[in-house]
């Protein structure tokens, strides 16, 4: 069964993986409203936290993923479309306005949920920093 949370995009990869750690994965992470928080921590999936346990964001955030391998077996990047309905092929920027489509699973460590699709509401396009561009 598919849940749906809207929010705001924060470190959004979602047709380019993060390489950064292992496994590799498409990930975003959705600052959300005090209601919607509600009903995933019900469900069992957790809030984003720090280091000392604390909530990482002021509002609450929940981070959703894909690995881009499982046993061996290459996994789709997530569908990114816009709000109407339309494949996009952008990079997503923080503070963009989202729907995201998940699927939650439980394994022996948790519950989870896995990333199926995000719905564009209101693109912020992501602009890497030139080092000619900042202040010092």
């Known amino acids: 069964m598919y ?3 809207e929010g705001e995009a924060m ?3 979602i047709t380019t993986p993060n390489t950064r750690f292992q496994p590799h994965k498409y990930v975003i992470t959705v600052l959300t409203d005090d209601s919607t928080a509600s009903d995933l921590e019900a469900k069992g999936i957790s809030q984003v936290r720090d280091r ?3 909530p990482k964001f002021d509002k609450p955030a929940f981070s959703f993923s894909r690995k881009v391998e499982v046993a061996g ?3 789709e990047a997530p569908k990114l479309i816009d709000n109407d309905g339309n494949p996009m092929d ?3 920027g923080n503070g963009s ?3 995201v489509k998940i699927k939650p699973y439980k394994n022996d460590y948790g519950t989870f949920a896995e990333l199926i699709a995000v ?3 209101e693109l ?3 602009a890497e920093q030139s080092a000619d561009n900042e202040e010092f």
């Open 3 to 5: 849940e749906y949370v």
């Open 11 to 13: 470190y959004p990869h």
């Open 52 to 54: 000392s346990g604390q």
């Open 73 to 75: 077996r290459i996994n």
């Open 90 to 92: 952008v990079a997503v």
């Open 97 to 99: 306005k989202v729907k």
């Open 119 to 121: 719905k564009v509401v």
């Open 124 to 126: 912020v396009e992501y």
